[in-house]
């Protein structure tokens, strides 16, 4: 089983992306090289959320504990859901 991790932007989060993108970027690219994070990436245009496909809770929750995104107020509010893969090999 797989997680899934849901952010929503705060309403004056997108204002604040530029600031902390870089830091985030680097966040996701640790996660997904130890091979915690599967895929992440924003949903709606302009942005409204995220979504995160993680191996397990734990990785989901240590990634949110320490993203910039969620620390300087970009994200108001995230969640996680398991997942249960129908399609997965």
């Known amino acids: 089983m797989k997680v899934l991790m849901f952010y929503e932007i705060a309403p004056d989060g997108l204002a604040r992306v530029a600031e902390h993108q870089a830091g985030h970027v680097a966040r996701l ?4 090289a130890r091979g915690e ?3 992440a990436g924003p949903y709606g245009d ?3 959320g995220a979504l995160g496909v993680f191996v397990n809770r734990a ?3 240590a990634f949110a504990a320490g993203d910039p995104f969620v620390v300087h107020g970009v994200v108001g509010r ?5 997942w249960h893969e129908v399609l997965a090999p």
Do not use: D
């Not at 690219?29 to 997904?32: K, L, R, S, V």
């Not at 995230?78 to 398991?82: A, I, K, M, S, V």
């Open 37 to 39: 994070l599967l895929m």
């Open 78 to 82: 995230h969640t996680f859901e398991p």
């Open 46 to 48: 302009p942005p409204v």
């Open 59 to 61: 990785a989901a929750e």
């Open 29 to 32: 690219a640790e996660f997904h």
